[in-house]
């Protein structure tokens, strides 16, 4: 994972990589205001170190999603992979519902070596944004202090994204 170091959030020259060597990051061509957050973007307007993680509670344990670059669009990725996983939890199975939701939110990065990392568990490694837990054992989704049901997460966050 390659971001800037911690302490130095705003000075893009400094760079570290975790579990990697040292390497020589260009300083990105774009930086974009987003909530109140400074964040580079790469040469294809991908955030980079949008770090974020992702809390799904299970009837055997929790598992977390940590995600390098999906901060931005946190909610609206999050809606988009309940969606998909609708007719799973429909039926109350669970470990398909978050298969799928995991799937969608990772979609093609599955063979990149960096970008995503699952870890059972509910704690968190950076996190940039709110955090986010997903209890598929009572329906809802939790964050900024508040208890969603699935769908009227699924609702207000496809509506988000559509008026955008």
């Known amino acids: 994972m390659i971001g800037p170091s911690r ?12 579990n990697a060597p040292a390497v020589n990051i260009p300083a990105a061509k774009n930086v974009v205001q987003k909530d109140f957050r400074l ?9 980079m170190g949008a770090r974020t993680n992702f809390t799904f509670k299970t009837e055997t344990g929790d598992l977390t999603l940590y995600s390098h670059w999906g901060g931005d669009t946190k909610f609206q990725d999050l809606a988009a992979a309940l969606n998909a996983a609708r007719p799973r939890l429909a039926m109350g199975d669970i470990p398909y519902a978050l298969r799928i939701t995991v799937s969608q939110l990772i979609g093609p990065s599955w063979n990149e070596e960096t970008g995503y990392g ?10 940039s944004y709110e955090p986010v837990t997903v209890d598929f054992t009572k329906g809802i989704v939790i964050h900024h202090g508040m208890t969603h ?7 207000y966050n496809s509506i988000q994204l559509t008026e955008v």
């Open 7 to 18: 302490g130095s959030r705003n000075q893009f020259s400094e760079f570290i990589a975790i």
């Open 39 to 47: 964040t580079q973007t790469n040469q294809k307007g991908m955030a």
């Open 118 to 127: 699952l870890h059972v568990g509910s704690e968190g490694r950076e996190e």
């Open 149 to 155: 049901p699935i769908n009227d997460f699924i609702t």
